[in-house]
């Protein structure tokens, strides 16, 4: 499998924060600032006292600002294998500024809401709660679209080996349609809980529930197909495999599969683990 100028990119010299600025300034920006938006955000959570969802008020901006940041590096990245013109085109900026828009407005009032001590999902006691509900509603829309078209622009216009290509695009596609998929389920039940038996015991870093099904795992399984995809993707172009395409096909296959027993698993109301 020959290498080539666009797939050197993905592990160039300087580091992969290098490579994401190269591929777009912009989602890279935005990604390193949500990163560094977790000092104060850890700092927060440690000195605030207050109770919230899970272990804390400060939990869901925390993770929220971390997946969003790998989010738009792990596109930044993927960027790279866009010719120039593609990447300056229309379409790809139109992708970006959705994607930068809808993440800074979600992890800002996620954090917001924190900060007031009420609860940023499923807060629709007030006017003003359902409306905000909503609006992250869109913007969650906004940043699965954007994601898939993205995975569309990668597959259409890619360069660089096959196995990179159609690993990275594919890997957006899929990752953009179960973690959407699950995402809208997810937002218009009463919880992301489904079948808590007595208070909520959680995992100790994730958070997600062990006496009940919880939604949210099928979620993080499904949306993060696009990590998964796109590392195994550069392992098989690293060891010059033949026969990439099954492999690779055939782990997006198994992860879809996955996906959909974990969510299957939730409505059941049985725990992950």
Same mark, same amino acid.
């Given at each position: 499998?020959?290498? @080539?100028?666009?797939? #050197?990119?993905?592990? =160039?010299? @300087?580091?992969?924060?290098?490579?994401?600025?190269?591929?777009?300034?912009?989602?890279?920006?935005?990604?390193?600032?949500?990163?560094?938006?977790?000092?104060?955000?850890?700092?927060?959570?440690?000195?605030?006292?207050?109770?919230?969802?899970?272990?804390?008020?400060?939990?869901? =901006? +925390?993770?929220?600002?971390?997946?969003?940041?790998?989010?738009?590096?792990?596109?930044?990245?993927? #960027?790279?294998?866009?010719?120039?013109?593609? &990447?300056?085109?229309?379409?790809?900026?139109?992708?970006?500024?959705?994607?930068?828009?809808?993440?800074?407005?979600?992890?800002?009032?996620?954090?917001? %809401?924190?900060?007031?001590?009420?609860?940023?999902?499923?807060?629709?006691?007030? =006017?003003?709660?359902? +409306?905000?509900? &909503?609006?992250?509603?869109?913007?969650?829309?906004?940043?699965?679209? %954007?994601?898939?078209?993205?995975?569309?622009?990668?597959?259409?216009?890619?360069?660089?080996?096959?196995?990179?290509?159609?690993?990275?695009?594919?890997?957006?596609?899929?990752?953009?349609?179960?973690?959407? %998929?699950?995402?809208?389920? #997810?937002?218009?039940?009463?919880?992301?809980?489904?079948?808590?038996?007595?208070?909520?015991?959680?995992?100790?870093?994730?958070?997600?529930?062990?006496?009940?099904?919880?939604?949210?795992?099928?979620? $993080?399984?499904?949306?993060?197909?696009?990590?998964?995809?796109?590392?195994?993707?550069?392992?098989?172009?690293?060891?010059?495999?033949?026969?990439?395409?099954?492999?690779?096909?055939?782990?997006?296959?198994?992860?879809?599969? $996955?996906?959909?027993?974990? $969510?299957?698993?939730?409505?059941?109301?049985?725990? $992950?683990?």
């Amino acid at each position: 499998m020959a290498g @080539s100028r666009h797939a #050197m990119a993905w592990l =160039p010299p @300087s580091g992969p924060l290098a490579a994401a600025y190269h591929g777009d300034r912009l989602l890279a920006a935005i990604g390193l600032f949500l990163l560094l938006c977790l000092v104060p955000t850890g700092a927060a959570h440690l000195l605030d006292t207050r109770g919230g969802e899970g272990p804390g008020a400060w939990v869901k =901006p +925390m993770k929220f600002q971390l997946s969003l940041a790998v989010h738009l590096l792990t596109i930044a990245w993927m #960027m790279l294998l866009l010719p120039g013109r593609v &990447r300056r085109g229309w379409m790809a900026r139109a992708l970006v500024l959705a994607l930068v828009a809808a993440s800074l407005f979600e992890a800002g009032y996620i954090a917001w %809401a924190a900060s007031r001590g009420i609860a940023s999902h499923y807060h629709v006691a007030t =006017p003003f709660g359902v +409306m905000m509900y &909503r609006l992250m509603g869109v913007g969650a829309v906004c940043l699965v679209l %954007a994601t898939i078209g993205m995975g569309a622009l990668v597959l259409r216009h890619g360069e660089g080996p096959r196995v990179i290509v159609e690993g990275a695009g594919l890997g957006l596609v899929l990752g953009g349609v179960l973690g959407g %998929a699950t995402g809208v389920w #997810m937002s218009v039940q009463p919880g992301h809980g489904v079948g808590l038996a007595g208070d909520a015991v959680r995992w100790a870093v994730l958070g997600w529930l062990r006496n009940g099904g919880d939604l949210r795992v099928a979620h $993080f399984f499904g949306l993060h197909m696009i990590q998964a995809l796109t590392i195994l993707a550069v392992l098989l172009w690293a060891t010059e495999q033949a026969r990439w395409r099954g492999l690779l096909y055939g782990a997006a296959a198994l992860g879809t599969l $996955f996906t959909l027993g974990t $969510f299957l698993q939730a409505m059941l109301g049985r725990p $992950f683990a």
